[in-house]
């Protein structure tokens, strides 16, 4: 069955300065991989998604990750934080023989510092 | 386009109470997921539907806990009778029924039981 683990459940940085959010799966095929970004009281809003071709996909409020299978990881990267950017972030992974069913990690939470 | 729509934002009420929860998915979408989310379990996956036919409801807590799809464009979700630990924020979100489609939250209902 598909994992996902986020190791962090905390993280503080600086306003300004580089951020990358960690997200372990598990998963025996090519999975499709998902970063979702939660602000109080409101959904999940869809960042980014990886499903075939280009390891580095790109996605909105200038965030990108970067798939390695060698690695089984799929890490969240934004090169200057800001501090609207603080909110709760989910991995998710999905599989073909799972029909469109996800499975999401535990998220992170990210505090910034002015 | 208007996004899923779900209703009430908010719900108060006394254990032992039926609630419905309400949800509109994105038009076109296919596939209708209900998730619950609380601190302790984080986000999980209650019941999906592909085409108003429900897929998994593996994630069902109990009998007390019902969802149904009349249609395509509206989805319930109940709880009868209704109990504290039920407590939580409902969200729904839907999809494409195609492999790699990522899910469009709504903005949730926050539950109390009380």
């Known amino acids: 069955a598909q994992s996902v683990t986020q190791p962090d459940i905390h993280i503080t940085v600086s306003e300004g300065a580089s951020l990358e959010l960690r997200c372990n799966y598990s998963y025996g095929a090519t999975p499709y991989l998902f970063w979702y970004v939660q602000s109080p009281g409101q959904g999940l809003q869809l960042l980014l998604k990886?499903?075939?071709?280009?390891?580095l996909v790109q996605g909105i409020k200038g965030f990108e990750a970067e798939f390695k299978r060698s690695q089984s990881s799929f890490n969240l990267r934004k090169p200057s934080v800001h501090w609207s950017d603080a909110a709760e972030y989910f991995c998710?992974?999905?599989?073909?023989?799972?029909?469109?069913?996800?499975?999401f990690g535990a998220g992170t939470i990210l505090r910034v510092k002015s | 386009d208007a996004g899923v729509i779900q209703s009430p934002r908010h719900e108060v009420t006394e254990m032992g109470q039926e609630v419905t929860l309400r949800c509109k998915p994105i038009s076109g979408h296919n596939s209708l997921f209900w998730y619950r989310q609380t601190m302790m379990r984080g986000l999980e996956l209650l019941i999906y539907f592909n085409n108003n036919v429900p897929i998994d409801d593996s994630g069902m807590p109990e009998d007390r806990f019902s969802a149904k799809m009349p249609n395509a464009s509206f989805s319930t979700l109940k709880i009868q009778p209704s109990e504290p630990r039920d407590s939580a924020v409902y969200f729904c979100a839907s999809s494409w029924d195609s492999r790699g489609q990522p899910q469009h939250f709504g903005d949730g209902t926050r539950l109390s039981i009380l």
């Open positions: 998710a992974v999905g599989g073909i023989e799972y029909g469109n069913k996800l499975v």
């Open positions: 990886y499903f075939s071709g280009d390891t």
